[in-house]
């Protein structure tokens, strides 16, 4: 799988499992009193966002990648549906450099 594929593929779970942690395991947390949401989904996050942070170094590595697009991708995975506006460009790259 090349690089951007990857990174694609690991935002887009990163940026579910983060919705998920902040839209249905808190408010079970907090309106129903279970914390162990916050500790299952909280954990599933973490695995994801370390591997995220790993394959955009990997990819912003093999694509030559300016520090600034970089620390934009990683911004982007900090906020709420960040992820998935980094796919559409991440996308329109991975097309211009697909063979034609």
């Keep these: 799988m090349n690089a951007l594929r990857q990174l694609r593929l690991i935002a887009f779970l990163e940026g579910m499992s983060f919705l998920g942690l902040l839209f249905v395991a808190m408010p079970v947390k907090y309106l129903l009193g279970q914390p162990l949401a916050v500790r299952i989904a909280g954990s599933v996050h973490g695995l994801l966002f370390l591997l995220f942070v790993s394959s955009l170094f990997r990819a912003a590595s093999e694509h ?15 906020v709420p549906f960040g992820n998935f506006v980094l796919d559409r460009a991440l996308k329109r790259e991975e097309e211009e450099g697909a063979p034609g």
């Design 64 to 78: 030559g990648w300016p520090a600034r697009r970089s620390f934009a991708a990683f911004g982007a995975s900090l």
